[in-house]
């Protein structure tokens, strides 16, 4: 298996342009995951979804920052407009159900807002 | 107070040293305590996990939980320069995972 795939791996845009990460889980896991991790805050959960749903977004930090899963092989997250403080690494993880819910985490989409 | 706390190092040892890495956590609720390596600009991995209290071993790994105390830890024996990566601890709850700040561990040939 490919693993969880996430593209681009770097992104550089300026403030105020809209951004979007993708994300292709591995195939079978119907559980899916979007961090952000900054040298600060260190890993945090924005959102996850269960069969494509949205089950908990309460890590989304603000409205501009949205996402979808419009079937089980792709995911986007979307930031509009994007801000500097927007800056850090994003990480698509993807899992199965059922104990230990180990995880597994793509290569990371490194964001910086000029 | 954040539920999970890790020292963020770093951790600078020299080869063959044992290593200690350590977190504790705040809500008793956690039954599933995850280890991550994440080496430089990668994903993180899952290294290994422990249900409940008790430990594991796998080759030089060992994790430790103590429940009734709200820590866990990683132990490396025979550290190698490979063994150079941040260190996550991680727990569940109810299907999301809670990490801890990471450790930063360097190991010195």
């Known amino acids: 298996d490919a693993g969880v795939i996430q593209s681009p791996r770097h992104e550089v845009t300026e403030m105020g342009q809209e951004v979007t990460l993708r994300c292709k889980p591995i195939s079978g896991h119907n559980s899916l995951f979007w961090y952000r991790q900054t040298m600060m805050r260190g890993l945090e959960l924005l959102i996850y979804?269960?069969?494509?749903?949205?089950?908990?977004d309460s890590g989304m930090p603000e409205d501009r920052f949205s996402a979808k899963m419009p079937n089980a092989s792709f995911s986007t997250l979307k930031i509009q407009p994007s801000e500097p403080r927007d800056s850090a690494v994003y990480f698509c993880?993807?899992?199965?159900?059922?104990?230990?819910?180990?995880?597994?985490f793509g290569p990371g989409t490194r964001l910086t807002v000029t | 107070q954040k539920e999970v706390e890790q020292d963020p190092g770093p951790l600078s040892v020299p080869e063959g040293a044992i290593v200690s890495l350590n977190c504790t956590y705040s809500?008793?609720?956690?039954?599933?305590f995850m280890w991550y390596r994440q080496y430089s600009r990668k994903g993180p991995e899952l290294l290994m996990y422990?249900?409940?209290?008790g430990n594991k071993e796998d080759g030089r790994f060992t994790a430790q939980v103590d429940k009734s105390s709200k820590y866990i830890s990683l132990f490396i024996r025979d550290s190698q320069p490979s063994d150079s990566a941040t260190y996550l601890c991680a727990m569940d709850q109810a299907q999301k995972l809670v990490f801890g700040q990471g450790t930063r561990l360097t190991i010195n040939p």
């Open positions: 979804f269960n069969n494509n749903v949205p089950i908990d």
């Open positions: 422990t249900y409940s209290s």
């Open positions: 809500n008793s609720a956690f039954q599933y």
């Open positions: 993880a993807s899992s199965s159900t059922g104990y230990p819910y180990e995880q597994y």
